[in-house]
């Protein structure tokens, strides 16, 4: 006899829409990847208190919920399982597959493969594995190797550290290329060298060694930050200019006396910046006249306030005021600049505010656009809109998406739109659309629009289930799905490659190969990492 016992449905599983009535929990069983039953219960999710059942309430209230099973017979289907030699011998099967190698004829590694890798050579293989599942503050030190092209994942495990404020790992990075030229990230590289980054706040020491191992000659650089915190310790300066034993040691002494300054909280004297007088009286009087409930925050010198507000349909907005010499500068989340002309004898916060308030108006059409856009597709990017964002790039197809530029001033007209993926697997959307843009409603949702144009509903993430993996591409360069946010957006045209790169890892990756690659203009030209047929990129967005 099996028994199971299932916990009350979560939120986060189940569409509010679909909290309460007939559902159905899928039992599943499989054999190395293989599933060989599923045995399928029709359930009813009902309260048990008979008030809430007459009256269910509009937000589920998912405690309180109750399972029923409706039938005592499941509904159970077998599929057929290969079993190998190990289930019924325990002897191990032996299998074969080949790997293609590119030998080139300069090539280092490619001369000892020649030479080595004869018949009966052993080889151990490794990887790829993908992306690696860090863990924040596991390590006080983690040294990354990597050569050539294999920086890509590397590059992004640095990165997922550095960007931690609360992660203090030490990384150290060695990487080899042929030439200078060759780095890939190059430029990536440069901006993560030398930093701390700790609780949030990065510190600079620039070493330079002309006559490196030796120390004879070096010269040390330090941030004006990292200057306050050694200022605080008596003579450590001097220790530091005086010589050190190796740089290992003085990276552990610089690292332990930001900690121990951070531990102090010890105030960094501020003499050598240029002061921020700010009137306080004046801001006081400015609050005051706006309301004291509309103040979200404020800095504890008042140079900063975040004053907010909520639009006709209850949205939140808020409004990020920074004084520079009691000169206002303003911040807002909206799709455009709002044009806020100060005149320092006459403006008042207030009336900037009120014009603030009425430019939320304006964009209402333009927010419940992309709220429906949202509600109605699977959105790759962004990965968390804001109110800011005017795009969309949504999925469409397996391995074909689609960005979506919206108007904030026309937000239901045509978008503009580009279409990614492979020639191939695009070209049939893309002639569906020119065929009939006649078909675009303006009194209708994008998401709808599109639907009628494409003759297709569109995918949703949370409708799909197990289905995704057809529609979450990776990076065939660093062997993950999201880089800084953003998903594979580039596919090789070769119908029988369609390999999806990010723009970031193709663009460096043809850039380093100097040999197969020709530039025009920002673009660069080159060969497919996989299949070798001609592909191009234009730079990332910087």
């Known amino acids: 006899m099996f028994v199971f016992q299932a916990e009350p449905p979560q939120p986060s599983k189940i569409p509010v829409a679909d909290a309460v009535g007939v559902t159905v929990v899928l039992l599943t069983c499989s054999y190395r990847g293989q599933e060989f039953i599923r045995v399928g219960y029709y359930v009813n999710n009902e309260y048990g208190d008979a008030e809430l059942k007459e009256n269910p309430p509009a937000v589920p209230q998912f405690d309180k919920l109750m399972r029923n099973i409706l039938a005592t017979n499941p509904r159970v289907t077998r599929f057929k399982v290969d079993w190998d030699d190990t289930n019924k011998s325990g002897t191990t099967k032996v299998t074969t597959f080949s790997i293609l190698i590119k030998l080139y004829d300069d090539g280092m590694m490619s001369n000892i493969i020649r030479k080595k890798w004869l018949a009966g050579y052993a080889v151990d293989w490794r990887g790829p594995i993908g992306e690696y599942n860090y863990q924040p503050n596991s390590y006080r030190n983690v040294l990354l190797i990597a050569a050539g092209t294999g920086i890509t994942p590397v590059y992004q495990i640095a990165r997922m550290i550095i960007d931690n404020p609360e992660d203090e790992t030490r990384v150290v990075l060695l990487y080899s290329c042929r030439t200078y030229a060759d780095i890939i990230f190059r430029d990536k590289l440069h901006q993560l060298q030398d930093y701390w980054n700790f609780k949030g706040k990065d510190y600079l020491l620039h070493l330079v060694f002309p006559n490196y191992p030796s120390h004879e000659g070096c010269t040390i650089n330090l941030s004006y930050d990292l200057k306050c915190v050694i200022r605080n310790e008596k003579g450590f300066e001097e220790k530091i200019l005086q010589g050190f034993n190796s740089v290992e040691e003085l990276i552990d002494k610089l690292g332990n006396l930001i900690k121990d300054h951070h531990k102090r909280n010890l105030l960094c004297s501020n003499t050598e910046k240029p002061c921020v007088a700010t009137n306080y009286s004046k801001v006081l009087a400015e609050i005051d006249a706006i309301g004291w409930e509309k103040l979200s925050s404020v800095n504890h010198d008042f140079t900063e306030l975040k004053l907010k507000m909520y639009d006709s349909l209850n949205h939140q907005h808020i409004l990020n005021v920074k004084f520079n010499n009691n000169v206002p500068e303003f911040f807002t989340e909206y799709p455009r600049n709002v044009n806020i002309e100060w005149q320092e004898d006459t403006s008042t916060l207030s009336e900037m505010y009120s014009l603030f308030c009425q430019e939320a108006e304006h964009y209402q059409d333009f927010w419940k656009a992309m709220e429906e856009l949202d509600a109605g597709c699977w959105v790759l990017e962004p990965e968390n809109p804001s109110r800011r964002d005017t795009y969309r790039k949504i999925s469409i197809a397996p391995n074909v998406s689609l960005k979506i530029e919206v108007d904030p001033n026309h937000p239901y007209v045509f978008p503009s739109i580009t279409w990614l993926g492979s020639e191939t697997a695009v070209s049939k959307f893309r002639e569906k659309i020119l065929d009939r843009i006649e078909v675009w409603d303006n009194d209708l949702p ?97």
């Open 446 to 542: 994008i998401n709808t629009n599109l639907e009628r144009l494409l003759e297709i509903s569109l995918p949703l993430k949370q409708t799909l289930d197990m289905g995704t993996e057809n529609y979450e591409v990776t990076c065939c360069i660093c062997y993950s799905e999201r880089l800084n946010g953003e998903v594979p957006s580039r596919t090789c045209d070769n119908p029988n490659c369609g390999q999806s790169f990010h723009i970031f890892c193709l663009y460096e990756w043809l850039r380093s190969l100097i040999q197969t690659t020709r530039k025009q203009g920002n673009k660069v030209f080159g060969e497919c990492p996989y299949c070798e047929q001609p592909i191009s990129c234009n730079p990332p967005a910087s």
